[in-house]
């Protein structure tokens, strides 16, 4: 679909691979994932507020309204129970079948609440990836790497905030 990008199944080592002393919590483990389409971009604000419109207009409930610098920046202060149902409005807005629901028998549309939903891994509707799948799509398609593109990270290969006196793969500039 437009705007969205295959990620291709496959089998990936996920975790830190390289050894860095500062990341505690991600012990590395094969794990494989069947093929899925992803966003290509973040959710911009434009989008969040014409889907979230949509959503509270149709009895759908949220925490957070969501904020946003401008139209074509991320939105910003939603939570993770506002994204899957504001996923499952976009589905809805967009003709599909939701993804998350409030019963295992998949009967009850996700739409209120902050409760861990039920997932219908069949649906055609937008979903958030599994940690797995945006660990993959993240990667690019290489394998042991710090980075999609390789082992180290300059200026020109990201937005961050440099320190070259911290880390030995920061290339610099040190700052914004």
């Known amino acids: 679909?437009?705007?969205m990008a295959l990620i291709p199944a496959g089998s990936f080592t996920m975790g830190d691979?390289?050894?860095?002393?500062?990341i505690t919590d991600a012990t590395h483990i094969s794990a494989t994932v069947s093929a899925f389409y992803m966003d290509t971009n973040e959710v911009?604000?434009?989008?969040?507020?014409?889907?979230?419109?949509?959503a509270t207009n149709h009895g759908y409930g949220?925490?957070?309204a969501g904020l946003g610098k401008a139209g074509n920046h991320p939105v910003q202060t939603v939570d993770w129970?506002?994204?899957?149902?504001?996923?499952?409005?976009?589905?809805a807005q967009g003709g599909l079948t939701p993804v998350y629901y409030t019963d295992?028998?998949?009967?009850?549309v996700y739409t209120n609440g902050a409760v861990a939903p039920y997932v219908n891994w069949a649906?055609?509707?937008?979903?958030?990836?599994?940690?797995?799948?945006?660990?993959?799509?993240?990667?690019?398609?290489?394998?042991?790497?710090?980075f999609p593109w390789g082992n180290v990270i300059n200026q020109n290969l990201a937005n961050y905030v440099g320190n070259t006196g911290l880390l030995a793969y920061d290339l610099g500039p040190n700052g914004y």
């Open 1 to 3: 679909p437009p705007g």
């Open 17 to 22: 691979t390289i050894g860095d002393d500062d």
């Open 44 to 54: 911009s604000y434009s989008q969040w507020t014409n889907v979230y419109a949509y």
């Open 62 to 64: 949220f925490v957070n």
């Open 81 to 91: 129970y506002d994204c899957v149902k504001w996923s499952n409005a976009r589905s």
């Open 104 to 108: 295992a028998g998949l009967t009850q």
């Open 123 to 146: 649906a055609n509707g937008y979903r958030l990836p599994t940690e797995a799948e945006w660990e993959k799509a993240a990667r690019g398609g290489l394998s042991e790497q710090r």
